[in-house]
């Protein structure tokens, strides 16, 4: 069974540091890009960025570059999300997702196939 | 900047009765011309994380039934929902993948409720 386990809650003040993870099994890690996906309290989708883990490609959406980082160990079959400085802004719940974006049968794969639950992050003073 | 609007951005439907939801992208000039058949849809209901319905356009992800159902090409999509059910009641939420550069565009969102 494919699951995608994510940290728990965090609560931190404006300019502070968060590494938040999103930990997979059920699956050849190296064979899947990992997405993360913001969304603030009672709003819509974002797409923040993707990595393959099998060579640490990593692309950004354009409000998030630069913003964050976004990494994985393939010993731990984890990515992360990180911030240098956080900001009230930045509250939100943060999902990781699998993306396949692999061919199967001349097709490409580009859907979000399994999500993890959501890392709530709170930024407050 | 792709831009993904769906309409409307709310709907209430009678149990039992068909609910579409409309899915339309604006490109830009960075829009990749085969990127139009790689939208999906997600459901997503209070306190969970979205769940994949349908990708390229049409196909049902398993265990998805058949009562919904995607169809659209090039810039106009539509998911529909048959015979609407209690448990239906969400947000809907297209989503376009675009290949060069590489990115993904979420719509705004749907809520779909029961008349």
């Known amino acids: 069974e494919v699951q995608l386990v994510q940290s728990g809650a965090e609560v931190k003040k404006p300019g502070e540091s968060l590494k938040i993870s999103c930990e997979t099994s059920g699956y050849t890690f190296t064979r899947f890009w990992i997405a993360w996906v913001r969304q603030v309290p009672g709003k819509g989708l974002e797409w923040m960025g993707i990595i393959y883990p099998a060579d640490s490609d990593t692309r950004y959406g354009p409000s998030f570059q630069g913003q964050v980082t976004i990494s994985a160990d393939k010993s731990l079959s984890t990515a992360f999300l990180q911030w240098r400085s956080l900001r009230a802004s930045d509250t939100a719940i943060y999902f990781c997702?699998?993306?396949?974006?692999?061919?199967?049968?001349?097709?490409?794969?580009?859907?979000?196939?399994?999500w993890g639950p959501g890392t709530l992050v709170t930024v407050s003073s | 900047d792709i831009v993904m609007t769906q309409s409307p951005d709310s709907l209430a439907v009678s149990l039992g009765e068909r609910a579409t939801i409309n899915c339309k992208s604006s490109p830009s000039v960075l829009y990749s011309a085969n990127s139009g058949k790689y939208l999906a849809w997600y459901q997503q209901k209070p306190g969970q994380p979205p769940k994949l319905l349908i990708y390229r356009t049409s196909i049902r992800e398993s265990g998805i039934p058949d009562r919904f159902s995607g169809s659209g090409s090039g810039t106009d999509f539509t998911l529909t929902i048959s015979n609407l059910q209690a448990e239906d009641v969400a947000v809907y939420y297209c989503q376009q993948y675009n290949s060069s550069p590489l990115m993904y565009i979420f719509g705004q969102g749907t809520k779909l409720e029961i008349k």
């Open positions: 997702a699998r993306v396949p974006l692999f061919f199967t049968e001349n097709q490409l794969n580009t859907q979000f196939d399994s």
